[in-house]
Every structure is written in C-alpha cells, then in structure tokens.
Nanobody, 116 residues
Framework: QVQLVESGGGLVQAGGSLRLSCAAS????????MGWYRQAPGKQRELVAT???????NYADFVKGRFTISRDNAKNTVYLQMNSLKPEDTAVYYC??????????WGQGTQVTVSS
C-alpha cells in the first residue's frame, strides 16, 4: 500500500526554522515529482515547492530565498527546510509524490504554526 508519511511540523517563533520530511513507500516504481503544498484556514491549498527526480526545483514567490526543497531518491524522501518563518506561513503542509505510472499520492498533512 502506497503511503506518504510526514514529520517535522510544530510551533516556532517568527524568524525561526523548521525542517519537514516526507517519506514515500509501498511502490517499486520511480517517482517523478515530489513537493509540498500548504493550506491555511479559510484559504485554498497553494503550491510551496516542487522538485524533480533530477533535482530541478520550483518555488512559490512567497518562499523564495527562505525555503529550500531537497530529496533523497534512494529513500524516496523529500525535505523542506524552512527558514525566516513568518506568521503568514502558518498552515497545514502537505507533501505529494507523482509516480511514473501517473498516480499521485498525498501525505496526511503536518501543522506548522508560527507565532509573532
């Protein structure tokens, strides 16, 4: 059974850092894209960052220069290093993985709360 397990969320003060991890398991197929979305209360889910199997990255403008996405293909794990956090970064963060089969799976979400 395919699953994505996230970890690393929590409560941090503004200006602080957190590192999210997301490990995918349950499939022998290669994963193309992995990435992170987030959803704040009352808002739509929005893209944060993506990364290809070759390491190509894409970031939303509101995190450029503050967040860094990376992945370990051998472990099917994607990371999100979040620095200089702001209260507006408070949201539930979801990871996802796109397999070469065309299937997309999502993590259960991890809460990130940034206090001012």
């Amino acid at each position: 059974q395919v699953q994505l397990v996230e970890s690393g969320g929590g409560l941090v003060q503004a200006g602080g850092s957190l590192r999210l991890s997301c490990a995918a398991s349950g499939s022998n197929f290669r994963i193309n894209f992995m990435g992170w979305y987030r959803q704040a209360p009352g808002k739509q889910r929005e893209l944060v960052a993506t990364i290809t199997s070759g390491g190509g990255t894409n970031y939303a403008d509101f995190v450029k220069g503050r967040f860094t996405i990376s992945r370990d293909n051998a472990k099917n794990t994607v990371y999100l290093q979040m620095n200089s956090l702001k209260p507006e970064d408070t949201a539930v963060y979801y990871c996802y993985a796109d397999w070469i089969t065309g299937a997309t799976w999502w993590g259960q979400g991890t809460q990130v709360t940034v206090s001012s």
